[in-house]
């Protein structure tokens, strides 16, 4: 009885750890514009495709600190980010595919506090869909110890 009980244990240990799904932080710092569509607005979709053709699922999550912030605001008009005029360009469609990212695909955005007095912004400016975090720092460590794998961002 024992030898079946722990034959089942071993059986049931190993589905489920075929079943976890993979987890990846981005630790984005880049202002780059072209940057930031090929990792994060093309990369994790790319990614999510790829863990759901293999009928896995990959949680996302983003830490916004660095030159990231301006892709997250909600006017740029009033930040000090409306003289960047790529960024201008483009921000209305944007600002739409970021927020797919959150609905759709289920990506986390943790914005860091810290710096946001420092680039003149308030809760207020912020999309929604974000969270503020104490600090990057902290959230980087937060979901490294949940699991994620670390993948930079930068310019």
């Given at each position: 009885?024992?030898k079946v009980i722990l034959?089942?244990?071993?059986?049931?240990?190993?589905?489920?750890?075929?079943?976890?799904?993979?987890?990846?932080?981005?630790?984005?710092?880049?202002?780059?514009?072209?940057?930031?569509?090929?990792?994060?607005?093309?990369?994790?979709?790319?990614?999510?495709?790829?863990?759901s053709n293999k009928l896995?699922?990959?949680?996302?999550?983003?830490?916004?600190?660095?030159?990231?912030?301006?892709?997250?605001?909600?006017?740029?008009?009033?930040?000090?980010?409306?003289?960047?005029?790529?960024?201008?360009?483009?921000?209305?469609?944007?600002?739409?595919?970021?927020?797919?990212?959150?609905?759709?695909?289920?990506?986390?955005?943790?914005?860091?506090?810290?710096?946001?007095?420092?680039?003149?912004?308030?809760?207020?400016?912020?999309?929604?869909?974000?969270?503020?975090?104490?600090?990057?720092?902290?959230?980087?460590?937060?979901?490294?110890?949940?699991?994620?794998?670390?993948l930079p961002v930068r310019?």
């Amino acid at each position: 009885m024992k030898k079946v009980i722990l034959i089942l244990a071993l059986l049931f240990g190993l589905a489920q750890a075929e079943d976890e799904s993979a987890k990846v932080v981005y630790d984005l710092t880049t202002k780059n514009l072209a940057k930031f569509e090929k990792n994060i607005l093309k990369g994790i979709v790319f990614n999510k495709q790829l863990y759901s053709n293999k009928l896995k699922e990959l949680d996302a999550a983003v830490v916004i600190h660095g030159g990231a912030y301006r892709f997250f605001v909600q006017d740029l008009d009033t930040t000090i980010f409306k003289n960047d005029k790529k960024l201008q360009k483009v921000y209305k469609e944007l600002k739409k595919r970021i927020a797919t990212m959150a609905d759709t695909y289920d990506v986390e955005f943790l914005m860091c506090g810290a710096a946001m007095k420092r680039n003149k912004l308030t809760k207020k400016d912020i999309v929604p869909f974000v969270t503020i975090i104490p600090n990057s720092t902290i959230g980087l460590i937060d979901k490294q110890n949940e699991g994620f794998a670390y993948l930079p961002v930068r310019d």
